[in-house]
């Protein structure tokens, strides 16, 4: 089976622009996991989409929002980008939303804010 | 105070040697713990994981859990310098769909 897949892989913005990425599950997996990863803060959790819905949102401004297509596909939109939104943002998929359910990350897209 | 506490490292070791990698939480309610490994410019993968408490082993990797103290750690022994890369622990509750919770990571290095 294909790997989650994401782009573009890299990207450079400047203040003030919107940016949109996109990721492909593994196939059959229904749920879309959004991560952003930075030196100093680790992984944090972003939302999830589940079915088309999400289901769990994590601590990050209205700026962040997503959305995921009836094949599963996910878009993470940010607008309005500022400095501090530099980091590499990660996929992850799975078969359902259970907790225990194994997530699977994709290579992640950079995102660079000038 | 953060829900899960990962010492970022570095951590430098020889070739060969025993490593010990550690997390601690506040959660009570964690109950599935994860260890995922990244490589640069990679995504991170999942190495191991385990419910619950107790010990679990997978070739030179063993990954314990201590319940009572919120302790989490895992071990490599005969470490090798392809295990060079960042370990995150991660964890979430066995009910629901409640979301994944990641240490920031330790970088390692192992030396050749």
């Known amino acids: 089976k294909a790997g989650v897949t994401q782009t573009p892989r890299y990207l450079i913005k400047t203040r003030g622009q919107q940016v949109t990425l996109s990721c492909s599950p593994i196939s059959g997996h229904r749920s879309v996991s959004w991560y952003q990863q930075t030196p100093g803060q680790g992984l944090q959790f972003l939302f999830e989409y589940f079915s088309e819905t999400q289901r769990n949102k994590g601590n990050f401004p209205g700026r962040f929002s997503g959305r995921q297509f009836s094949n599963s596909r996910s878009e993470m939109n940010v607008s309005t980008l500022e400095l501090g939104d530099s980091a590499l943002y990660l996929c992850?998929?799975?078969?359902?939303?259970?907790?225990?359910?194994?997530?699977?990350f994709g290579p992640g897209t950079r995102l660079t804010v000038l | 105070q953060k829900e899960v506490e990962q010492d970022p490292g570095p951590l430098s070791v020889p070739e060969g040697a025993i490593v010990s990698l550690n997390c601690t939480y506040s959660?009570?309610?964690?109950?599935?713990f994860m260890w995922y490994r990244q490589y640069s410019r990679k995504g991170p993968e999942l190495l191991m994981y385990?419910?619950?408490?107790g010990n679990k082993e997978d070739g030179r990797f063993t990954a314990q859990v201590d319940k009572s103290s919120k302790y989490i750690s895992l071990f490599i022994r005969d470490s090798q310098p392809s295990d060079s890369a960042t370990y995150l622990c991660a964890m979430t509750t066995t009910s629901g769909t409640y979301k994944y919770i990641f240490g920031t990571g330790t970088r390692l290095k192992v030396l050749a």
């Open positions: 959660n009570s309610a964690f109950q599935y």
């Open positions: 992850a998929s799975r078969p359902t939303s259970l907790s225990t359910d194994t997530q699977y």
């Open positions: 385990t419910y619950s408490s």
